[in-house]
């Protein structure tokens, strides 16, 4: 897995931070430590005002990698990627300065909570957004879907497992633009670049005020989620859902 941090050209103040986890960006416990460290780094330079947060491959992300799950006869990879998922969206969340995701491909349970934190989001016209953790054995994120899509129609996307599309994203307007795949860089680089062109101080006093006035404590609620991940774990549930996601496979 490599996560790397580039400066486009003729974007001032833009960083982009791209996640390469062939085959399907399902990040391994390391990988989201790793996301977060690079997102924070790049907030904390005081040179860029803006990030771009994207991937390699097909999709944006998977979310977490249940193989290495299933592999472990214990809870340490459990723990460990509850614990790196909740600090890759707080990265994402807390960076010093805005940050846009940019969205193509299956965007899946870990990668909703990426992007609902994110400040903006632009995504490609095959984008399509969900959370399937209740086919996968585990609980979380329905605290970044709430951002995205209002509450009903949250609780049916969580319940059923169902995707949403970009362009369904667009009406609510929780995604600013859908362009075709291969505009999805150029145009997340555009709007970051328009708000790079802002003064670096008082977008970094911005973010801190919007996060400040926010109505959920994000990190709390998806800790507080994770809690029962942790239930169906120990009661067995998370197991046999797991298994039967593995022979599907």
Known sequence: ???????????????????????????????????????????RDPEVRCVVLAAAGRGFNAGVDIKELQRDPGSAALIGVSRGCAEAFEAVYACEVPVVAAVQGFCLGGGVGLVGNADAIVASEDAVFGLPELDRGALGAATHLARLVPQHLMRTLYYTSRTVTAAELLAHGSVWRVVPPGELLSAAVELAAEIARKDGHLLRLAKAALNGIDPVD??????????????????????RVRSAFGKEA
């Open 1 to 43: 897995m490599t996560v790397s941090t580039a400066r486009p050209a003729d974007a001032e103040g833009v960083r982009v931070v791209t996640v390469d986890h062939p085959p399907v960006n399902a990040l391994p416990v390391q990988g989201w430590y790793d996301l977060a460290d690079a997102v924070r780094a790049a907030g």
């Open 218 to 239: 994000v990190r709390r609620s998806y800790r507080f989620e994770q809690g029962f991940t942790f239930e169906a774990s120990l009661a067995g549930t998370a197991d």
